[in-house]
Structures are given as C-alpha cells and as structure tokens.
C-alpha cells in the first residue's frame, strides 16, 4: 500500500483542500500539509479513540460529530467554536450529516434533522422527515437527498424542512449516496448499485450483487463510478451510465472507512490503516 501519511492509529474522517487535509485519528484532530506530508497543528478533541467519528468542512469552519455531540472547530487554528449536545444515548445519536451556505443539517437516529444556523450557530428547529434513520445525506439545489434504513430515497425541502418525496428503491438501509449534479447513486445493504434521474424522480438503473459484503459509494472519476467494500477489501470500477462492470482491484482493508477523489488520486482510510492511503487512478482502473 502507498502509504500517503502514516499516523499512530487509523483515521476516522478526513477531508482534502488544496494545501491541507484534516482528519480525525485516535483522540485528536490533524492538520497535515499535503506537500511536506507534516503535521503543522493537532488538538486533542475527545477523551479517548473512537471508531465512529466523522468530519465535514467548509472555508472555515470543521464540523465533527461524535455520538450524540457535535463540535465546530475553527479550521485553521482548531479553537472550539461551539460544542451541541444534540442527544442524550445511542438512541438519538447523530447519523448523517451536511451543510450549505446557511446551517448545518444534522440527522438524527430514527428520522428526524436538526438545523443549526452557520451564522449565529444556534439551532433553528428540529424536523421530524423520515420514519427510520438517514445515514447519509447531501444538498442538491433547495433540497437535502437522503437514503434511510427503510430503503428509501428520500426528498425533502430545505426551506419548509418536510419531505416532498421517498422513492423505494429497496427493502434495506441506503446507507451511502453519492450526488452527480442530477443523478444519484445509492448504496444498498442488499448489495445493489442504484442509479436515480433526480429531475424525473425515477430509478434509471440498478446492478445488484455489487460486492459480496457492505459496501460504500466513493463518486465518478471520468467515465466510471467507484465503490468500495472495505470487508470485501476490494475497489471496484462501473460504467457511470450503464452500471456495467468495468473491474476491480484487491487492496487489505477492514470494517468501515472514509474516502476521497482529488483529480487522479483517491484517497483511502480504514480500521486497518495506521493513516490514509492514496492510489493513483490513471494506473489502477482497468482499461
């Protein structure tokens, strides 16, 4: 493995800019120069490791959930902006999450999104939108996409905060999505790619038997989409229209990960991966 930037411990969440990536890994937050591949700032964050963190970002500010606690940190000098406690247990911990020019939208365990103004960083509501939880979620226009434990995929309206519409595309949790202006292409527990028309509300295509285990939505590079399945250990590369199969390749991965495309390269973190690790597209993707 081409071992990007190696820490003491794996990497839960990362996020790449042009000079920098920030990542979470044991109990700290990293700040790691992408040219010298240093460490220029971390902070100690959380009290000890932990394996279900993740992290998203804007020009300004990080955003890492924790369970049911949510920090803002200043993103170039790690200062804790604000702290939410936006549940009490597992049972209202937070799931998906993303943001925009104006809030943030935190989802909740079992349905419902907290809404925090990115101006004064105060909650503005709480909406219950779905009927089970939503694992992933993402901003298209005036509206959040989001796939729920139920197999839905569902639309719903940023401003009124209420669904507008949950297309069922399978009987198992849509746990990752991926937005390409307007196409989505979903994850399913059962093992199925599926490729939605967000203007037409309609499933163009599925491929199912995908990977043999769980497995992630990682975004197009070219003419391909990539997924991955981090128990499978493998990468595999799609026709972007088509869903037909295109390859895969084999690298040691482990449970669960985050990953990231930056022109030619992805990025690659997982339990097993003291770090991130980067494979050069242009060299892997079977011709």
């Known amino acids: 493995m081409n071992y990007f930037i190696t820490m003491n411990k794996c990497v839960t969440g990362f996020r790449v800019d042009n000079q920098f990536i920030d990542c979470i890994s044991n109990d700290s937050v990293f700040k790691i120069d992408k040219q010298t591949k240093e460490i220029v700032y971390s902070t100690k964050l959380f009290k000890k490791e932990g394996f279900s963190r993740n992290l998203i970002s804007n020009h300004e500010l990080l955003i890492i959930r924790d369970f049911y606690t949510l920090y803002i940190l200043d993103k170039n000098n790690y200062s804790c902006v604000s702290t939410f406690q936006l549940g009490t247990d597992l049972r209202t911990d937070i799931c998906g999450m993303t943001m925009d020019e104006t809030n943030i939208y935190a989802c909740i365990r079992n349905g419902s999104i907290i809404v925090i103004e990115l101006s004064n960083l105060t909650i503005k509501g709480v909406y219950h939108v779905s009927s089970s939880s939503i694992w992933d979620i993402k901003v298209y226009s005036n509206v959040l996409i989001g796939g729920n434990v139920e197999g839905n995929l569902l639309l719903i309206d940023k401003i009124k905060m209420e669904p507008m519409t949950s297309m069922i595309l399978g009987k198992q949790n849509i746990g990752s999505i991926s937005l390409q202006k307007n196409k989505v292409y979903a994850a399913g527990q059962d093992k199925t790619l599926y490729f939605v028309d967000l203007e037409h509300r309609t499933c163009i295509t ?82």
């Not at 043999?212 to 595999?236: A, H, L, Q, W």
């Not at 972007?240 to 390269?265: A, Q």
């Not at 973190?269 to 690790?277: D, E």
């Open 206 to 287: 599925n491929k199912r038997n995908v990977h043999k285990r769980m497995f992630d939505c990682v975004g197009i590079y070219n003419n391909f989409f990539i997924t991955i399945s981090y128990p499978c250990s493998e990468i595999s590369f799609w026709n972007k229209e088509t869903l037909e199969f295109v390859g895969s390749i084999n690298i040691p991965l482990s449970l669960s990960g985050r990953t990231f495309i930056e022109d030619n390269i992805l990025f690659v973190a997982s339990r097993n991966i003291n770090g991130i690790i980067s494979l050069d597209l242009r060299s892997n993707i079977i011709k």
